[in-house]
């Protein structure tokens, strides 16, 4: 998002006039802490966990957010903010409850709606001539809503659902038992599963546990790129098969990520953490209380000369953005909206008698309805909207297979774009993908 604002801020072409500033703060993916953290930015009040005092702080009210990333944590935000008309755009709510305009007038995404992935899940099921499939999910409205909408779905294809079953976000000793217990009663050796990949962790320890090494695995976009997962599991996910949300490639933002060193990162208490898990030492004598090892405080100090262009780290890995290039949008969603409510022609503006959008005082709901009119292009990608506010969507078929040095390889093997017409919109190239156990006759 940083490098996005920073990116639209130097160009002569889009908000000339303008500048784009931001506050962020960590929703923990937490319900409370979302809503509070919501409710801190459309009011404008300064952050006061430093010491800080309202006197010697000033914000600006934000007139948009972008986030949450889960589904719930929208709804409840969105709920919370109705009366103040902010737009919300998300990057990763996916549910396609929210799609309901009546409920959530002021939400849009970069995300594509669930409705086209349980499309593009039913045809895939049904490609392979899998009639008999397991179906599991976390106790959540994403999963509630995506797992509702495939079995209509796949009930077209004659697909049929050996079990479906619901596990809570914390899975206790008994209802992991449960779980493990309806998979294993069952013929079904494919399994959907709509989740995250922190909830997946568990089931999948146990499944490693109890040898269950059998199965191929269906993942929801939610999963289907968590390249986490497959240190410790690999014997269990190489072949999966999932359909993941596109994938951009952002130009410069490798260097710009990589740009760090140990003076700017003490800017961001995330960025100091992050630096001193990464090179094992502390910034500028601080102490990392995020850290739960008793050796943390016996860290050296850095010694300046630390440079991530040396090591690993998927925060600068840019081969896979898929959810950071959803970020990407949204700025330049808000951006393009802005630029066209800014140079708007008195006269000919979206409102009544032709009026344009105020700057001064800013509306939120006049931002909101530019939005919902923008159309842009970028990295070669047209960027539309339906009547929704939902995106239009289009997935890469994503196989796990094993590199030769046994790390893991994520291969494209099709895609799904559900603005071509329905004998066209999905596309599989069965020759390249590596199966679980042979060949996917042996799976079905």
Known sequence: ????????????????????????????????????????????????????????????????????????????????????????????????????KKDFPTFMRTMPSDQFQIKALARLVHYFQWT????????????????????????????????????????TREALKELMDTIQTATATVILNFSGESELQT????????????????????????????????????????????????????????????????????????????????????????????????????????????????????????VSYNVYKAVYLIAHALHEMSTCVPGQGPFQNGTCGSLNPFLPWQLLSYMKRTNFTTLGEDVRFDENGDPIASYDLMNWQVANDGSLQLAKVGFYDASLREDRDLVINESVIMWHRGNKLEMA
Not at 36 to 60: E, F, H, I, W, Y
Not at 268 to 275: H, I, N, P, Y
Not at 290 to 295: A, G, V, W
């Open 1 to 100: 998002m940083t490098f996005a604002v920073m990116e639209i801020n130097q160009r002569q072409d889009l908000l000339p006039n303008l500048s784009l500033g931001y506050h962020i703060r960590d929703s923990c993916d937490d319900i409370p802490v979302s809503v509070k953290g919501s409710l801190l930015l459309v009011n404008g009040q300064p952050d006061t966990g430093r010491g800080a005092s309202c006197t010697n702080v000033g914000r600006q009210p934000s007139p948009v957010i972008v986030g949450d990333a889960a589904s719930g944590v929208s709804m409840a935000v969105l709920r919370t903010l109705g009366s103040f008309t902010v737009p919300l755009v998300s990057y990763f709510a996916s549910c396609s409850c929210l799609s309901n």
């Open 132 to 171: 008999w499939v397991g179906v599991i999910g976390v106790e959540s409205d994403y999963a509630r809503f995506a797992i509702q909408l495939f079995l209509k779905e796949s009930a077209k294809y004659n697909v049929c659902p050996a079990y479906v079953h619901f596990y809570p976000v914390a899975l």
């Open 203 to 322: 089931i999948l320890k146990e499944c490693r546990r109890q040898n269950i090494t059998h199965m191929q695995w269906i993942a929801s976009e939610a999963w289907a790129t968590a390249k986490a997962l497959w240190g410790d599991y690999s014997n269990i996910l190489q072949g999966t098969l999932g359909f993941a949300i596109r994938k951009g490639e952002i130009p410069n933002l490798g260097n710009y990520l990589r740009g760090l060193n140990t003076s700017t990162v003490q800017a961001s208490d995330f960025l100091t953490e992050f630096w001193e898990e990464t090179f094992n030492c502390q910034v500028n004598g601080s102490l990392n209380t995020h850290i739960h090892k008793e050796d943390a405080q016996k860290r050296g100090p850095c010694s300046g000369r630390e440079s991530l262009d040396n090591v690993y780290t998927s925060y600068a890995d840019v081969t896979q953005l898929r």
